[in-house]
Structures are given as C-alpha cells and as structure tokens.
C-alpha cells in the first residue's frame, strides 16, 4: 500500500517531473504518469474498501464495534474511507463524471485526497516500529513534498499574458500568446499547460495541450473546444476576436514527448487531439518521419487547422471527416500535398495503421512530400503576386490573405511553403516570405523568371546521394521517392499489410515504430490499445478526460 500512496502523490509533482524527465533517472520512469496516477488510485480505492471491510468483521464477532467511533484507529480509518469514496468514485464511475461538473470532481479530488493523508497520519501510531507505525512518516512527506511542488510551480511556473489574442469560432476558441524565455526553456515544443481567464473564473485552471505558432516558435497556441461548462462560458463571453489577458502555468511534460524514442510515429487524434500532434509534427519533421491519423467531425476546426497550421512533413495526413455539414469547396476540391488525403468517412484503424507501416518499411506507399519542382513554381507565383498586390494599396492582413487563397488554391498551405529560420522568428509572415523568395527578383514580376532548381531538378536529385546525411532525412526520402511511385494507399485495402507487419522483426524493426493518441474517446483509445498489443507497438495516450 505504501508504494501506492507515494506514486499516488509524486505523479502529480508537476516540476518535479519535468526536472527528473531531463536527467537519466528518466529511464527507469513511467512516461504516462497520469495512467500510473490512476492504476495507484484505483488499488489504494480496492486496498481501503477490503481493509476496512475485513476490520469491522474482525471487531463485529469480537463484539468491538464500538472501536469504530470510541478508538483514534477506527475514527481515523472511518474519515479515510469517507474521503476515498469522495476522491475516487467521481474520477471512475462514467455516470458520476457525466453527472458531476469537472470542477467539482476536481476540487473534491485534491481536497479529500489531503483529508484522506491527513486521516492516514493518525491511523496507527510511530510507537509500532519496526513492525508498523509508517503511516506518519510516510504521509507527512508526502503531503508536504506535494505541497512544496505545487508552491514552485505556482509561483516559479506561473505567468501572466497581458496580450493574449483570442480568435473565435462556431466550435470553439483559439488563444495566441507570446510566452517568456524561461517558458520556452522549459519546453521548445509541446507539452501541455493550465490556463486561467480571470475575467471568466479566478478559481478556475484548465488543462490544455500546447502547440507552436507555425511561423512564430516565440507564441504558444491553445485551442479550447466549446464542450464544457467552463469553455462553453468563455465561447459565450467572446462573440467576437478579441484580446484579453490569462495566466498558463507550465508547460510539463506530455506523454507525446516520447515521439522522439522513434523512427517512425503515427500520430492519432481525434477532434482538439489534433494540438500536440502538429507540435510533434513541427518539432521532428526534419529528422523523423510523423504520420497523422486526425478524426474530425466539426467543419469549422478542420477548415481553421488546415487552413492556418504546419501539415507538410514527409509522412501520411490523413484527415478523416466525420461530420454532417457540408465542407466548403475550397477544402474538398483542394489539391493538397501529395502527403496529404482528406477522407470524408470514418477511419478503419485495424487496416490504416497496419497499412501505413507495410507501405513505408516495403517503399510501396512512402509519402513524400509534393515534388519540390511545383512547390518552387507556385513560389515563383507567390513572389509575382505580392509585387501586385502592394501595388494595390492593400493592407498587411490582406495580402496575406490573398496569399493563402492562392496557395490553398494550388493544392498548398501559404506555411508550408516558408522555410522556418531562426533569424525569422520577430518577423511579421510578409517581411519573410518576401526577404526568402527575393531569389525570384524582377524576373517573376514580368512572369518569365524560371528557377535554376527546375532545370536541374534531376541533376540534384542523382547527386543526394554523395552527400552524408541523416538515414531518414528528406534528401534521401526525396531521391527514393522520385524512384518509384506510390503503390500502396494506406486508405485503401492492402491484404499482404497485416501479415507482414505480424512477421516484422519486433526488436529491430518495430521498436522504431511509435503509436500517439490524443482525444476523449475511449472507444479509440480501446481500439488503439488492441492494436498495439496485437503488433506489439508502444503505444502512448494524452487525454485531458478527467
């Protein structure tokens, strides 16, 4: 039981998990402290249930039930299991969680859990050692440890954003903020943070995944999706974009961290699960291969996200929409990447997942990114069309606009077609695509401008292979790409998939494949979980369905 109550505290130790996740003693570690924090909390729930069950039986046939409320023991075990009834039934029972709003649950969580500890000190007395009597020693430290981490975080993790943007859409909203330099230390990318909106609620602190502007690493983004009491009072009080200020407390670190364990992650996401994929996305692209599965059934998320964020990197997008309402035709008539395939069904995991890996390790179905050749062309008409847009007179925000439509219109996100840069990070979208795509000169302006990298485009391409890069970097994924063509569709029946990912060696093969999934469906998170154990892939979860 002891262990139990320890993990039960230390996995909620916020910076001292952050700081252990740098140094070896993470390698001992359990990446998913909150499934450790609940497998502890459901034992400890069982153990007090039996333990006080077997208690009063023993003093009922001795006819010593009075003990019950006359001795420190009884009193003390009567107000524990009182306390864990009320801190663990509103996190496990699904009527309960459904009934109960999660602010209640929370606060009855961490308030009994403190009664509970504190109850636990009182049980049995330090007298009984070495046979007993460890109940103080080992509760106390875990109440003042836990209390000490939670003090650091507050005060030294805590930040106010004074200009926090807030973009507001039919499902749900999206925040902008500039975070400090000691924030971006902690975590470059990813990871997840607690967000409070003062003019919503002082008391209030809700956990959000965290996730990189596409052309700004110096702003964290968060997306709120309006399903809660909480969120659906923030949708209501913002009818329009606005700026606002709110406190984020972190980042700590999230289970899809772990992406970097792998060659090759399939990122699945279902609804705002979407958010700390594309940080794995942007972090890895260059050195890993990321694939993304994303189940989205509301419109407006899915026109927003592929509309405004990074989706080019060289593994599989598929995009799967599940809703009713009809997508707008510059989305569903949009010639994406070639990376990218937008599915209006649902998806079939069992054969996707299985699929995608049987496509990249045979070279059958590798999904390389658009061929660079057109991606440079409509570069060149990106260039042409800034120089006559500025003569019009239009304002910033409007040119970039135009620009979007245009290279949404050629089958491109506007930011996947600019190169990120560290001396780019305080510049504003239309000073870098014009200072990178200055190579085009006067010559795109009068529209006869062609790229030397067009006319040499194969020469470049028989030459990547003198060069000593990375085994996985895109210069090599380019060139055996260019080799062959797509044969296998991970959307699409492949019947050799599941056989031959089941004969992959599992010890240098499929150890360098990696599972994600972020969303709050169970049924998918069940599904995945079969999935993993089937193939024996690693599997790691981000939920906030607590």
Same mark, same amino acid.
């Given at each position: 039981m002891y262990p139990c109550i320890f993990l039960a505290f230390m996995t909620k130790c916020k910076a001292t998990i952050n700081f252990l996740m740098t140094t070896p003693f993470s390698l001992y570690m359990v990446h998913d402290q909150h499934e450790l924090h609940s497998f502890c909390g459901k034992f400890l729930a069982i153990d007090v249930w039996?333990? $006080?069950? *077997?208690?009063?039986?023993? =003093?009922?046939?001795?006819?010593?039930?009075?003990?019950?409320?006359?001795?420190?023991? #009884?009193?003390?075990g009567l %107000?524990?299991?009182?306390?864990?009834?009320?801190?663990?039934?509103?996190?496990?029972?699904?009527?309960?969680?459904?009934?109960?709003?999660?602010?209640?649950?929370?606060?009855?969580?961490?308030?009994? *859990?403190?009664?509970?500890?504190?109850?636990?000190?009182?049980?049995?007395? $330090?007298?009984?050692?070495?046979? @007993?009597g460890y109940n103080q020693v080992i509760l106390g430290f875990c109440i003042v440890y836990y209390?000490?981490?939670?003090?650091? %975080?507050?005060?030294?993790?805590?930040?106010?954003?004074? $200009?926090?943007?807030?973009?507001?859409?039919?499902? @749900?909203?999206?925040?902008?903020?500039?975070?400090?330099?000691? *924030?971006?230390? $902690?975590?470059?990318?990813? +990871?997840? +943070?607690?967000?409070?909106?003062? =003019?919503?609620?002082?008391?209030q602190w809700h956990a959000f995944s965290l996730f990189e502007h596409p052309t700004n690493p110096n702003l964290r983004q968060v997306f709120m999706l309006n399903v809660g009491n909480w969120t659906s009072e923030v949708h209501a009080q913002l009818q329009r974009n606005t700026v606002r200020p709110? =406190?984020?407390? +972190?980042?700590?670190?999230?289970p899809y961290n772990n992406a970097l364990a792998?060659?090759?992650?399939?990122?699945?996401?279902?609804?705002? @699960?979407?958010?700390?994929?594309?940080? %794995?996305?942007?972090?890895?692209?260059?050195?890993?291969?990321?694939?993304?599965? =994303?189940?989205?059934?509301? &419109?407006?998320?899915?026109?927003? *996200?592929?509309?405004?964020?990074?989706?080019?990197?060289? #593994?599989?997008?598929?995009?799967?929409?599940?809703?009713?309402?009809?997508?707008?035709?510059?989305?569903?008539?949009?010639?994406?990447?070639?990376?990218?395939?937008?599915?209006?069904?649902?998806?079939?995991?069992?054969?996707?997942?299985?699929?995608?890996?049987? #496509?990249?390790e045979t070279g059958k179905g590798v999904p390389e990114a658009a061929v660079p050749s057109e991606k440079l062309?409509?570069?060149?008409?990106?260039?042409?069309? %800034?120089?006559?847009?500025? #003569?019009?007179?239009?304002s910033e925000d409007e040119i970039i606009e135009e620009l979007t439509f245009l290279a949404h219109e050629k089958g491109f996100l506007l930011s996947s077609l600019v190169d990120e840069r560290a001396?780019?990070?305080?510049?504003?979208?239309?000073? &870098?695509?014009?200072?990178?795509?200055?190579?085009?000169?006067?010559?795109?302006?009068? @529209?006869n401008y062609i790229p030397p990298e067009l006319s040499s485009a194969s020469q470049s391409y028989q030459g990547l292979h003198k060069r000593h890069q990375h085994p996985n970097s895109k210069a090599q994924r380019y060139q055996r790409s260019t080799s062959m063509a797509v044969q296998s569709r991970p959307w699409e029946v492949q019947p050799a998939a599941e056989h031959f990912v089941l004969a992959l060696d599992k010890k240098r093969i499929l150890n360098t494949w990696g599972v994600m999934y972020c969303g709050g469906s169970k049924s998918v998170e069940s599904k995945l979980r079969k999935i993993s154990n089937k193939f024996d892939l690693e599997l790691h979860t981000e939920t906030f369905a607590w």
């Open positions: 039996v333990h $006080t069950f *077997f208690h009063c039986l023993r =003093w009922g046939l001795q006819g010593n039930i009075d003990l019950l409320w006359t001795n420190i023991a #009884g009193i003390s %107000v524990a299991l009182l306390a864990c009834v009320l801190v663990c039934l509103p996190m496990m029972v699904q009527r309960l969680m459904r009934l109960m709003s999660y602010e209640v649950r929370k606060f009855l969580h961490i308030t009994f *859990f403190y009664i509970f500890a504190i109850a636990m000190c009182f049980h049995n007395k $330090t007298s009984a050692w070495p046979n @007993g209390t000490l981490d939670a003090a650091y %975080v507050t005060f030294f993790m805590t930040e106010m954003i004074e $200009t926090t943007i807030f973009n507001v859409l039919p499902s @749900g909203v999206q925040m902008t903020m500039a975070v400090s330099d000691n *924030f971006q230390k $902690t975590y470059a990318q990813g +990871g997840y +943070g607690y967000v409070c909106l003062p =003019w919503v609620s002082k008391h709110a =406190w984020i407390q +972190g980042p700590f670190v999230s792998f060659d090759n992650t399939i990122c699945v996401a279902t609804g705002i @699960g979407i958010t700390p994929a594309l940080s %794995v996305i942007r972090a890895h692209r260059e050195s890993r291969r990321i694939n993304l599965i =994303w189940a989205c059934r509301d &419109v407006a998320m899915l026109e927003f *996200f592929m509309d405004h964020l990074w989706l080019n990197n060289d #593994g599989w997008i598929l995009i799967f929409y599940t809703g009713k309402e009809v997508l707008s035709p510059a989305v569903e008539n949009a010639k994406f990447n070639s990376n990218i395939k937008l599915i209006k069904s649902r998806p079939d995991f069992d054969m996707i997942i299985p699929n995608i890996i049987f #496509g990249i062309r409509v570069r060149e008409m990106i260039a042409k069309k %800034v120089w006559e847009l500025e #003569g019009e007179g239009l001396e780019d990070r305080n510049k504003n979208l239309l000073q &870098v695509i014009k200072e990178q795509f200055a190579i085009y000169g006067n010559s795109a302006r009068n @529209g």
